[in-house]
């Protein structure tokens, strides 16, 4: 069973950095892309960023230049480094990962993480 298990949340001072992580758990064959999703009170859950397969990556604009997604194949962890964080960005963060359970699946499934919050303080 594939899981995904995050940290690295906490309270922060506005202007502060964060940096969280998202590590896999069990056998897949291959990712399709992998992303941070967050989710504030009262309002849907967004896309904050996205790690495609092949490399590319894309940012909600409120988080770019500030926000960097990135990986490690060797430790299956997922980062999100959070630079000039505002109180806006307070929210539950989640990671997400899209992938081939094997090499004759004729469909990717997904899995969430559990969720960690973040809070920034003015």
């Known amino acids: 069973q594939v899981q995904l298990v995050e940290s690295g949340g906490g309270l922060v001072q506005a202007g502060g950095s964060l940096r969280l992580s998202c590590t896999r758990s069990g056998t897949i064959f291959s990712i399709n892309r992998m992303g941070w999703y967050r989710q504030a009170p009262g309002k849907q859950r967004e896309l904050v960023a996205l790690?495609?397969?092949?490399?590319?990556?894309n940012y909600a604009d409120s988080v770019k230049g500030r926000f960097t997604i990135s990986r490690d194949n060797a430790k299956k962890t997922m980062y999100l480094q959070m630079n000039s964080l505002k109180p806006e960005d307070t929210a539950v963060y989640y990671c997400n990962v899209e992938y081939w359970p094997s090499a004759s699946s004729s469909r990717y499934l997904e899995v969430w993480g559990q969720g960690t919050l973040v809070t920034v303080s003015s």
């Open positions: 790690s495609i397969s092949g490399g590319s990556t």
